[in-house]
């Protein structure tokens, strides 16, 4: 099974502060996906990279940043995190062949 | 741009029978994908089920099936013998082809609770 591994389930962060979450895919899947999920609004994209340092804004990207040097991994940057970025966050790698996303078990972020 | 509803923010059903999520879309697109994905507690997302816009038949997996009206834009999923593992909250997802990389777009969701 493809396992998508992001490296903390729960963090807590100051307002300011420079976050970075990691995720890593061991299915060598191209396409690799960061969403934020809040409640009543669903799974929204932030960043997607479709190949090693190929990126791509989502609908929301403003505050983070992201960083892919090797395929298996995607990591999302806040450079100053701010309490409106409280938030889950779950990363997301896709498999062509069945058109299906695997998604990490998502990092709860609190920003104080 | 393409937009997912989900007008049913919560929802319950007793254990062992059958309920319905609704989902709605709006796209100009003619060729596309529809999801339905699973959150439960544990929040690991998995696919429930998936449906190609251009097969007029409707996907089941198991106790889950699609009810896909391409004209009208609506893609729901029936539950048949609700477990209590169905507990978890259902989103409702769309996809459209692209050259490179694609974009799942997400309805809000829908929470189900399955009653014992």
């Known amino acids: 099974d493809v396992k998508v591994t992001q490296s903390s389930r729960y963090l807590v962060k100051r307002t300011g502060e420079k976050v970075f979450l990691e995720c890593v895919q061991d299915m060598d899947h191209e396409n690799m996906f960061w969403y934020r999920q809040d409640p009543g609004l669903g799974l929204r994209l932030i960043y997607f990279s479709y190949d090693v340092k190929m990126k791509e804004k989502g609908d929301i990207p403003e505050g983070y940043s992201v960083s892919r040097e090797k395929k298996e991994r995607f990591s999302l940057i806040l450079e100053s995190a701010s309490t409106n970025q409280t938030s889950m966050y779950l990363c997301?790698?896709?498999?062509?062949?069945?058109?299906?996303?695997?998604f990490g078990s998502g990092t709860q972020l609190s920003v104080l | 741009a393409q937009t997912v509803t989900q007008s049913q923010p919560e929802m319950s059903v007793q254990e062992a029978e059958t309920v319905t999520l609704s989902c709605t879309y709006d796209?100009?697109?003619?060729?596309?994908?529809l999801f339905w994905y699973k959150q439960p507690p544990s929040r690991q997302m998995i696919l429930v089920i998936r449906q190609e816009a251009y097969k007029q038949q409707n996907a089941t997996e198991n106790r889950f099936s699609v009810n896909f009206q391409k004209a009208a834009k609506s893609f729901s999923l029936k539950i048949s013998d609700s477990q209590l593992g169905d507990t978890a909250m259902y989103f409702c997802a769309f996809m459209k082809l692209r050259n490179y990389g694609q974009n799942f777009v997400f309805g809000p969701g829908t929470r189900l609770s399955v009653l014992p």
């Open positions: 997301a790698s896709r498999e062509v062949t069945n058109e299906k996303l695997f």
């Open positions: 796209t100009s697109e003619n060729n596309y994908y």
